[in-house]
Each structure stands twice: as C-alpha cells, then as structure tokens.
C-alpha cells in the first residue's frame, strides 16, 4: 500500500534524500523538551510532518507491513528479557544484547500473545507503556533515546544493500522511541487526533494533509489504511 501511493515521489527521489528530510523535520519534535516556541509549529505539526516523511522512506525501503515488524519485535513483552513490564536486572541494559537475545522465545511469545496484538494507535501506545512504564520527568531522556534511535536508523539506511535486515531492527527502535517521545507530551491526546471518528476525525485527517502538503506534497493516506 505505502510502495504503490508514494511510487512516483520514491522513484525519483534517492533513499540518501528522502532520509535527510525525515531527519530534519524529526529534529522538530525537541523543541518541547527545549522551552522553544517556534511559530506555526505546534508539537501535533511536528509529528505529522515527521509522519509525511516516514510513509515515503517505508516505501523506499519496501517495507510492506510497519506493524508486523514492530509487532514481532515486541509481543506485548520486550525482546530482550520477555516480560512486560520488562525488568533491567535480566535484560540487556545489565546483562548485554548477546546474552538476552534468543529469537526462538520472542518467536513463541509471538504466537502465544497473537491476540493482544493492538488495533488503533492508542492500543500501540497503551502496549508500549505496560512494557516500558515510564514518568512525565523521563522527557528529557526520551530525547536521547529518540536520537541515538535515529542515529542507529541512519547507519541502517548507509548499509542496506550490505545488511538489509538491519533497517528492520533499527525501524521497530527508532519506532519505540517515537511513540515514548509523543506519550510522555500527552501521547493518548496525539493518538487521538487520529483515532477520533465523524466530523473530528475528518478535520484532524485534512490538517494532516495540509502539514504534509507544506513539506512535501505526497498523496495523502489516513493511518486506518497502513
């Protein structure tokens, strides 16, 4: 779906560009931690435009699914020590990527946790939360975690032809980060603004368009039909 509505804007557009311009709108979504009003750019701006360049760089990297990525990286459980909460003492921040991963277990906690799989963007946000639980003061290190994400995305994109699974792993973190960043500045109001139905929802999804009409002019797609 996000291949065939962006075909013309990706075929003429390199990977390398279509990355600088998702960077530099992302670079955006600090200003709240930093007290920067900057006019005509409310927070909600910043994440659509972010949003009006992320569907094109999926494209470009023929990613078919975001969800199903994400989604097998975290099974309502966090890869690493495959629990929800997830517990610092037996994960990765204490004992190491190599030592906690074993694929074969996130694969079952896949299958075994199937039907938690979230429905709208609330539903990915209230998951995320009951993995990594996370207070209002933990904005500024959301920030960090944000960009050292980017960063890792950025390498990702430099090595694909070499290493293209590596996109996927930085994708679904950089995604993680994302989502903490816009829960902890009132994430459930943001996933709202597109969740909401009738009139509200219609409004919400012209302001969208009209954000990302700013940047880019892409076609425009709702969040229902990714």
């Known amino acids: 779906m996000i291949s065939h509505i962006y075909s013309e804007q990706n075929a003429q557009r390199p990977a390398s560009a279509t990355f600088a311009h998702f960077v530099e709108v992302c670079g955006i979504l600090t200003m709240h931690s930093r007290k920067k009003k900057r006019e005509g750019a409310s927070f909600e701006d ?43 003492r037996v994960c990765k921040t204490v004992r190491g990527t190599l030592g906690t991963v074993d694929h074969e277990a996130l694969r079952n906690k896949y299958e075994e946790n199937s039907h938690k799989r979230p429905k709208g963007i609330t539903e990915w946000q209230d998951m995320f939360a009951a993995i990594y ?21 950025a390498e990702a994109v430099r090595v694909f032809e070499r290493h293209p699974k590596a996109f996927a792993e930085a994708l679904t973190g950089y995604v993680l980060s994302a989502q903490e960043r816009c829960r902890l500045l009132d994430g459930r109001r943001i996933g709202a603004m597109f969740s909401a139905n009738g009139a509200e929802n219609t409004q919400n999804m012209r302001r969208f368009s009209h954000l990302i009409g700013r940047t880019a002019r892409p076609p425009v797609v709702t969040l229902g039909q990714i």
């Open 46 to 88: 910043a994440l659509c435009k972010a949003l009006g360049w992320y569907f094109p760089l999926m494209a470009k990297f023929k990613v078919r699914s975001v969800e199903e990525l994400i989604y097998r990286k975290y099974p309502f459980v966090c890869p690493y020590c495959r629990q929800a909460p997830h517990v610092d």
């Open 133 to 153: 639980p996370r207070q209002i003061d933990d904005s500024a290190r959301s920030v960090v975690a944000l960009f050292e994400e980017l960063g890792e995305l």
